[in-house]
T-cell receptor
Framework: SQQGEEDPQALSIQEGENATMNCSYK?????LQWYRQNSGRGLVHLIL?????REKHSGRLRVTLDTSKKSSSLLITASRAADTASYFC???????????FGSGTQLTVLP | EADIYQTPRYLVIGTGKKITLECSQT?????MYWYQQDPGMELHLIHY?????STEKGDLSSESTVSRIRTEHFPLTLESARPSHTSQYLC????WGAGASSPLHFGNGTRLTVT
């Protein structure tokens, strides 16, 4: 089973609303990363949070990490139609050699 | 956007053909990766490389092979394409490997259809 699993699988909101996506994982990690993928394109790195960090901000993005619950959340504030994309979390597990990606959350922002 | 390029963007090919998917990066990254992704699904690592003359198989078994003769170039080859190989193939690079907190830079992918 996947190291990282996103929830919900799909999310549809109105422009201007906030969007929250969650990621749960199973084993200890060095860091957790969030990526965005527009339809038919490659992934773009958004933000990285280390295991000793609890919260990180980048523009309209806010990421939290709770290592005791093995979960992370990505909040996009004041969403725009251009935020429509799939969002993936990726875990850099202590026991693994490479990043492991979850199955993603498909976000649709309606104008 | 990162400087990592994949060609072709789309490829439709018949069963049994040999194909090579190209991937090049101009960032001087030592680490390069190939992922396979079906539409709307997670990414699966099929090959990676830590540097020139280094290649390793990933978590997902694949009939493809890779080579790393130059730092900037990491092509993927399928000797005999089959319909089960139909998928999107994403190439990525990073400055360091996992465990060193380095993000991946992705190309735009090659969407392969085998008829």
């Amino acid at each position: 089973s996947q190291q990282g699993e996103e929830d919900p699988q799909a999310l549809s909101i109105q422009e201007g609303e906030n969007a929250t996506m969650n990621c749960s994982y199973k084993t200890s990690i060095n860091n957790l990363q969030w990526y965005r993928q527009n339809s038919g394109r490659g992934l773009v790195h958004l933000i990285l949070i280390r295991s000793n960090e609890r919260e990180k901000h980048s523009g309209r993005l806010r990421v939290t990490l709770d290592t005791s619950k093995k979960s992370s959340s990505l909040l996009i504030t004041a969403s725009r139609a251009a935020d429509t994309a799939s969002y993936f979390c990726a875990t850099d597990a202590v026991s693994a050699r490479q990043l492991t990606f979850g199955s993603g959350t498909q976000l649709t922002v309606l104008p | 956007e990162a400087d990592i390029y994949q060609t072709p963007r789309y490829l439709v090919i018949g069963t049994g053909k040999k194909i090579t998917l190209e991937c090049s990066q101009t960032m001087g990254h030592d680490k390069m990766y190939w992922y396979q992704q079906d539409p709307g699904m997670e990414l699966h690592l099929i090959h990676y490389s830590y540097g020139v003359n280094s290649t390793e198989k990933g978590d997902l078994s694949s009939e493809s092979t890779v080579s790393r003769i130059r730092t900037e170039h990491f092509p993927l080859t399928l000797e005999s394409a089959r319909p089960s190989h139909t998928s999107q193939y994403l190439c990525a690079s990073s400055e360091w490997g996992a465990g060193a907190s380095s993000p991946l830079h992705f190309g735009n992918g090659t969407r392969l259809t085998v008829t």
